[in-house]
Each structure stands twice: as structure tokens, then as C-alpha cells.
């Protein structure tokens, strides 16, 4: 049946050809309004329309391209080239998670502190999450049973804006659809995507963050480096100049002096930690604490504690009797003080030795944090130990040291006015006998012997006390056995506490990290539900490598293969076209292979919107007709909430400059590159999102491809939403009943394209969205013709009652009003 209905250039393509470089290249009639749909030709002159024969026909087209060679500096100027990749059920949540998640990222670090600092969607889920945990409401990632109570997000809220110092304020009621008293994942949404949830900076906050917190931007990245280098100049030159060979020796035989040159260096790392310090003092004032400490927000804004502003005047005074600032204050003090009055004296010499606890500024470096938390919670684990090693050790001390005493105090002796005691023999010529030798104690009382005692406890042993006698051998034995055994038991008990505090402090940070990319994936399946319109701005370039003797056909190749990827958010306007060109830098992808990537690729796009036909006019009109009726807990619902965006998207992939090698196939190869772009022209029919899949042709042996390959994406988003519908059907002087769905979905308009695989043309769109806008007047106009009449029998069946009439009266009623009635 093939051959039966392809064209015959099209079977001499599929059969004889070598190298096929697209659909696009086969001739089909061109089509308005269906640009991407091939139209075959039967023999018989007759133009069939089915999806099985283009399904056969890409099939082996794929094959012929993706074993054809092409050139390394040309591809395809205009027109569509490559083909599209279909993704099955089961790969569908993964490709719309990994497409929304490269547009979720962490933004790149600035290179100033900008002035606001969006809060990002990740922090305000860990808040809902922390607000589950305490209202004891947690639930696992579902979207639907997910909610909170009302009171809980209100004081969320109203305590982040006051943080934020949000002159606006926060009604919670605005943000509860339904009324229930409970406020879902859903409509907690809402509040990101209508309010601005930013943290505005301040001029001294920006600066400060600049010379305090090198994450906030990359300056201040520079800055710490450039404090950093001149802290070990500092210490290494202070360290160096007490040594003889840098120092100057006088004729006169006084004091050697240290070298010129270091004191010129000493002065000028002294003013750039003067200038520094004065910064931050000058700047502290008008900081909030908490707007560079994530941790320290999320607790203010789930807390129960009162939010109590400081006044400048105590920031200044808590920033002057931080540890780490009086470190700094003394380590710049003497400096100050001998660069105006010459001080010397040995407290002076030690205050100058202060300076060198200036290299423990290193350690904000966040690469250098973490073994600092490993060493502070291992001793906060091991306080039971340490006192028992401290307990143990002043135990053998005392003991040991007495026995020592007791063994090698010796006798006094009269004439030298010591304790004396032996030390060896020797021979005496004139005896003829060996004679006892006798030398001075060094443990001549108890406190004495306590040195000796931790010397050998702690088997360091330095050898200038020695015990000489049996019985002080015999003791100084005792106590390195006691310091084997007794000590090394708690010193076992910390080593091992500080083995399984790191292995539990890495489990944390891959629970953490395993948390995160929980959340995110939930977060991304939300959105998917709650705000499907901001995909059709999403687009995914992923970078692949082709192995020539792999199938490349697959909808995701090896995680090996990967080359590095970059997102893209669409500026797409309802009514007016553009034409963007973008160098986007390519990143890495940890879910995928944790792999450096490097290069860029240059992409442009061209919109060019679809002219509003006669339907969406007249569904605009019937829309501000209706408008006055639709009612949300008694306020309009605006008319923007309806998404529309109709139109043809070109993307044309450019080039790639300065890809990874990933050929091993040869000594001097290069990568086989081509790329996979990924959108969403469609909005969902049936409530999933699908994405489009273009694979674009390979470029051989090059780490700079020439792709110059385009395609058309032909973009049809519309959407209401649903809670506006269900109003239109309620009596507008009634109350509202409160409804289990969530008003804040929006339910996607489907369309002919949706309703069937079969494309359509911009004829029938318009016929069916006529008579949708007929059949929606129609049921209003019966809707009003009913709440009419039950109005008026309403009255006549009061005015019966009152009269106490006993005459049935005949009442007639519309057969519109007799179906809403039984209904």
C-alpha cells in the first residue's frame, strides 16, 4: 500500500537515493495554513491525506538521512531539514521534566548584586512543605490533596511581605477560589505567578553583600580573592621577616632591624583592610540579615515568633561584637596605632601577632566550610567523650606523677641544698670499687612530675626527664600502658564519631540534593496542570554526539553521548512578529553525566502571528458580553486570563563554536554533532502536554558545525479557564457553592487539531468556533429566560399562599425552563 500511495519522486527517493536530507524536500502541494503536512498523490490523480503513509514514508527517510555524510561547513539555508522524533507514553513525563527543569535552573551568579533577587519557585515549595509538616497535613507529591489551612497561609504570607517590606499587604481570600478555607499547591501558586515576590536591595545592602558574601555575585567572588591573597602576603611576610637572612644587622652591634620592604608591604595590606572594614562598617546599618541567608528567611517566614526590625544603631553595634569582625578590628589595631605613635614592648609584639588570625577569613570560601562543620559537630558529638578523656587524663597525671616523685624524688643533700638521687655507677680507681653517682632530681615535688606525667601519657616523650631507679622504670612503664589503653579508648570514640559525622553530612547533602530534585520534578509536573501557557515559551537545545556505528534514531541517545544543552524562553506576542538571534553558552546536565562541557550555540527564531480571524473577534465580543456574569467570590475574573497564541515559529539553529571532543574513534577525530530542540506548539488537548522533537542533521568530524538548518513550528495555544465556565451557569444573586476543582486550571480549548489527527485548515477552525460561540449564546439566553421564569412563579406561588386560594391555576412554563427543571 505503499507504493500504491506514495508519489513516484517519492519512491525513487525511498529506493535509489543515497542521501536524503528531509521531508521537507519531497514536492507536495502546498497547503495554507498546513505547513508541515505532507498531501500524497495516488496514482490515480486523487490526494490522500493519512498519517501511516507519512509515518512509513519518515521512517525510511530517517534511515537514509542518518547514514548520510554531510559537510562539515553547510547544511540546508532555508527550509525544513532534519526530522521530528516521536516520544512515546512512557518517556513523556521524563522529556517535560527535563524540559522544565533546564528553565528552573539556579541563575548564574551576576556579575554586580543586583538590585532585586527573585525568589525562586524552590524556596516557596519548601515553605509549603514546611507548612505541611507543622500543621501535621503532609501528603505525598499530589497535587490534588496537597492543601493548608487558610490560617497557616496567611501568616506565611503576610510575614514574607513584611520581610520584603511589600507596601501592598496580603489578602489570603483572594487566593481561595473556592472559599473552603484551605488553599492547595495550586492556589498557592497563584501567589508566585501574580504577585512580584522579589527582595528589593538598597544601595548599602548591595554594597555590603560585595565585600561580605562572595556568592552573592562575582565581584564579590573578586574581592574575597583579591582579601584573601593579600591576608597570605601579610602573614607570609610577617613570618619571614624574623628570619635572620631577611634582616639588617647594625655596625653598632644593636638589634637586627627586618628589611625596608617589608614594612612598605605591611603598610599597604594594612589600608586595603582598613578600606575594607570601614566598607562593611559604613554599610551594615541598612542590611537585613536575612536577605543573603536563605535558611535564616525560611525560618523568619514559617516561625512564630514576633519579626522585630533592628535599628541602625544596632546593626552597627552587632556588627562591631561579631567574633569575626573583633578578629579583624584587632588584627588592623596595631598597625593603626604604630603608624601614628611608635609603640614597642613585648604586649605590643603579641597584640601584632593577631594579624595572623586573619587567614581564618578563608574559610567563607563555601569549598573550605565544610570541614569546618564536620570538625564543630564531631566535637559537639564527642563532649561525652572528650570529658572522659580529660577525666582520664588528670586521673593518671595525679597518680603517676606521685609515684614518679615518690620513686625519683630523691634524698636532700646538706651541702648542695638538693634533692639528689642516683643516676649511675662508675669505677673509682682509688676504692677499687664502682661508686654510686649522684645527680639533682628534676622531680623535686609532686607539680613537677606532672609535666613528665603528660609527656609520656601523651607518647610524645621528649627525653629531658628520664626515670633511673627500677622502681621509676617500673612506673614510667605503667603509665605508657595506662596511656595505650585508658586514653586511646576515648580518642577510638572520636575518631569514630568523626568518621560517621562525614558519612552522615555527605547522606545529607545527597538527601538534600535527592529533596531538591523531588521537589523539582514535582514542581515541573504542577506547572504542567496549573499554568500550561508558560511552556509554549520553553524551548530545550540539547547537543549530541552521533556514534557511526550506533542507531541514532533513538528518542534519547546515551547519557555518554551528551555534549551539553541550553534553554531558551520565547518572547512570543499575540500580535506582533519579531526575529531574535541568540549565543546561548552550553551547560551541563548532572542528572544526565556529570561531564564539563564548554562551547555555545547561536540560535534565531522568527514569529510571525496569525491575523485574529472573524470567530476570535466575535468570541472576544461574546466574551465582554458575558464578562459582567462571571463572578469569582464576588470580583470580575480579567479578560487576559485567556491565553491565546496562534502562529508560525521558525527556529533555525545557526551554528556551534568550540564544542567537546568526544570521538575516540580515531587518533585525530572530532564529534559527530547534531541537535535535538524540543517545544511545545500545541497546548494540550487532552490535559497532557506533548512535546515536538526536532532533530536536526549531523555534521561530521567538526567541533565548530555550520548547521544552518531551520524549521517551522506551527503554534496553537488556547485555554479559559474553568472556574469562568462554571460561573456563566449560576444564578448571580445566589451564593456561590464551593467546588473540589481547582478555578486556577485552566482547561485548554480543543480544537479540530486536537479533536482528530487529521489537519484541518483555517476554514473549518473558524466553522466549529462559530458554532461553539452560538451554542454558548444560546444556553445563556435560555439561562436567562429560565431564572425569568421561576421568578415569576416564585411570585405566584407566594401570592396563592397568601390568599389561602384553594383554585389550582394553570401555570405554563417554557420547554427551556421545564428541562432546567428536571435536570
Same mark, same amino acid.
Given at each position: ?8 519522486? =517519492? ?5 535509489? +537515493? ?24 495516488? @496514482? +490515480? ?32 539555508? /532555508? ?9 512515546? /507514553? ?15 535552573? $539556579? ?51 503576610? %510575614? ?51 565585600? /561580605? ?10 574581592? +574575597?580573592?583579591? $582579601? ?30 627586618? !628589611? ?36 535564616? #528567611? ?37 598597625? =593603626? ?31 573550605? $566550610?565544610? @570541614? ?20 582520664? #587524663? ?106 560517621? $559525622?562525614? !558519612? ?26 496549573? /499554568? ?37 524562553? #520565547? ?5 506582533? @512578529? ?30 510571525? @502571528? ?44 545557526? +551554528?556551534?563554536?568550540? #564544542? ?39 555534521? %561530521? ?26 460561573? =456563566? ?63 415569576? =412563579? ?30
Amino acid at each position: 500500500w505503499l507504493s500504491f500511495l506514495a508519489p513516484p519522486v =517519492l519512491k525513487q527517493h525511498i529506493w535509489s +537515493s543515497e542521501m536524503i536530507k528531509s521531508p521537507a524536500e519531497f514536492p507536495a502541494p502546498q497547503v495554507p495554513g498546513v505547513p508541515d503536512t505532507l498531501l500524497l498523490e495516488s @496514482p +490515480s490523480g486523487d490526494t490522500v491525506d493519512t498519517e501511516k503513509a507519512v509515518d512509513m514514508a519518515d521512517s525510511l527517510v530517517r534511515t537514509k538521512s542518518s547514514k548520510s555524510v554531510m559537510s562539515t561547513t553547510s547544511a540546508f539555508e /532555508d527550509g525544513d531539514s532534519g526530522y521530528l522524533v516521536r516520544i512515546g /507514553d512512557a518517556d513523556l513525563d521524563h522529556t517535560n521534566y527535563r524540559i522544565l527543569s533546564s528553565s528552573e535552573r $539556579v541563575p548564574q551568579t551576576p556579575f554586580f548584586v543586583p538590585k532585586t533577587i527573585p525568589m525562586q519557585l524552590i524556596h516557596l515549595r519548601m515553605i509549603f512543605t514546611e507548612l505541611q509538616r507543622q500543621t501535621n497535613a503532609v501528603v505525598h507529591n499530589d497535587i490534588r490533596a496537597e492543601r493548608l489551612p487558610l490560617e497557616a497561609f496567611q501568616r506565611a504570607f503576610e %510575614r514574607l511581605f513584611f520581610i520584603l517590606q511589600d507596601p501592598v499587604g496580603f489578602d489570603p481570600f483572594v487566593y481561595d477560589d473556592n472559599g473552603d478555607g484551605v488553599v492547595t499547591w495550586g492556589e498557592f501558586f497563584n501567589v508566585y505567578r501574580k504577585r512580584d515576590i522579589t527582595i528589593k536591595l538598597s544601595w548599602a545592602e548591595r554594597i555590603y553583600l560585595t565585600f /561580605d558574601s562572595p556568592d552573592s555575585s562575582i565581584l564579590g567572588q573578586i574581592v +574575597s580573592v583579591i $582579601v584573601l591573597l593579600f591576608i597570605v602576603i601579610s602573614s607570609a611576610c610577617f613570618i619571614l621577616s624574623t628570619v635572620p637572612e631577611f634582616q639588617l644587622v647594625a655596625e653598632d652591634g644593636s638589634k637586627p632591624e627586618p !628589611s625596608p620592604v617589608f614594612e612598605s608591604i605591611e603598610t599597604c595590606c594594612l589600608w586595603i583592610f582598613v578600606i575594607e572594614y570601614l566598607i562593611r562598617l559604613f554599610t551594615c546599618w541598612g542590611v537585613r540579615p536575612e536577605v543573603a541567608d536563605h535558611e535564616r #528567611l525560611m525560618e523568619l517566614i514559617v516561625g512564630f515568633d514576633p519579626i522585630i526590625a533592628q535599628s541602625p544603631l544596632e546593626k552597627v553595634i552587632r556588627f562591631m561584637l561579631s567574633p569575626a569582625n573583633v578578629v579583624d578590628l584587632a588584627a588592623i589595631l596595631p598597625g =593603626l596605632i604604630s603608624s601614628f605613635v611608635s609603640v614597642d614592648g613585648g604586649g605590643f609584639v603579641v597584640l601584632r601577632l593577631v594579624r595572623l588570625t586573619r587567614i581564618f577569613r578563608a574559610f567563607k570560601n563555601p569549598a573550605l $566550610v565544610e @570541614p569546618v562543620i564536620v570538625i564543630a559537630r564531631t566535637l559537639q558529638l564527642s563532649t561525652k567523650a572528650m570529658y572522659v578523656l580529660l577525666f582520664n #587524663l588528670l586521673l593518671g597525671i595525679i597518680i603517676f606523677g606521685s609515684l614518679m616523685y615518690l620513686a625519683e624524688g630523691g634524698t636532700w643533700d646538706v651541702e648542695t641544698r638538693t634533692y639528689l638521687r642516683p643516676v649511675g655507677t662508675s669505677w673509682d680507681p682509688a676504692l677499687g670499687e664502682w661508686v654510686i653517682q649522684k645527680d639533682v632530681s628534676p622531680f623535686e615535688s609532686i607539680p613537677a612530675s606532672f609535666w613528665w606525667a603528660i609527656v609520656t601519657s601523651a607518647t610524645v616523650g621528649y627525653g629531658e626527664h628520664v626515670p633511673t631507679s627500677m622502681l621509676g622504670k617500673i612506673v614510667a612503664t605503667l603509665t605508657m600502658i595506662f596511656s595505650l589503653v585508658i586514653l586511646a579508648l576515648p580518642v577510638g570514640v572520636i575518631g569514630g564519631t568523626f568518621s560517621q $559525622v562525614w !558519612s552522615e553530612y555527605d547522606g545529607e547533602k545527597r538527601r538534600n540534593a535527592s529533596n531538591r530534585h523531588e521537589q523539582m520534578r514535582f514542581i515541573t509536573t504542577a506547572i504542567q496542570k496549573l /499554568d500550561p501557557a508558560t511552556m509554549s515559551s520553553l524551548v530545550l537545545i540539547e547537543v549530541w554526539n552521533e556514534h557511526p556505528d550506533l542507531d541514532p534514531d533513538a528518542p534519547r541517545p546515551e547519557p555518554s553521548r551528551f555534549m551539553g544543552e541550553a534553554s531558551l524562553k #520565547l518572547v512570543l506576542k499575540e500580535d506582533q @512578529p519579531c526575529t531574535h538571534t541568540l549565543t546561548l553558552p552550553l551547560e551541563k546536565n548532572l542528572s544526565l553525566v556529570d561531564r564539563d562541557v564548554s562551547g555555545t550555540i547561536t540560535v534565531k527564531y522568527t514569529w510571525e @502571528p496569525t491575523p485574529p480571524s472573524e470567530s476570535t473577534k466575535r468570541a472576544s465580543t461574546m466574551q465582554n458580553m458575558i464578562a459582567p456574569k462571571i463572578t469569582a467570590r464576588g470580583s470580575l475574573v480579567p479578560p487576559e486570563q485567556i491565553f491565546r497564541l496562534e502562529g508560525e515559529l521558525k527556529v533555525t539553529i545557526v +551554528s556551534a563554536d568550540n #564544542l567537546i571532543n568526544l570521538d575516540l574513534t580515531q587518533r585525530y577525530g572530532a564529534s559527530n554533532p547534531y541537535c535535538m530542540v524540543l517545544c511545545y506548539p500545541a497546548s494540550p488537548g487532552d490535559g497532557t502536554l506533548r512535546p515536538t522533537v526536532w532533530r536536526t542533521p549531523t555534521m %561530521r568530524q567538526t567541533l565548530y558545525p555550520k548547521f544552518r538548518c531551520s524549521r517551522f513550528f506551527r503554534y496553537g495555544w488556547c485555554g479559559i479557564y474553568k472556574g469562568d465556565l462554571e460561573e =456563566l451557569f449560576k444564578d448571580q444573586e445566589g451564593e456561590a457553592q464551593p467546588t473540589t476543582a481547582d478555578p486556577s486550571r485552566p482547561v485548554p480549548v480543543k480544537t479540530s487539531a486536537m479533536r482528530s489527527k487529521r489537519p484541518t485548515t483555517q476554514d473549518d477552525r473558524d466553522k466549529k468556533m462559530d458554532s461553539m460561540m452560538e451554542a454558548i449564546m444560546s444556553l445563556s439566553q435560555s439561562v436567562s429566560q429560565v431564572q425569568k421564569e421561576v421568578r415569576a =412563579l416564585a411570585k405566584r406561588v407566594d401570592r396563592a399562599v397568601a390568599n389561602e386560594s384553594e383554585d389550582e391555576q394553570d401555570i405554563k412554563i417554557s420547554p427551556e425552563a421545564a428541562s432546567f427543571i428536571s435536570a
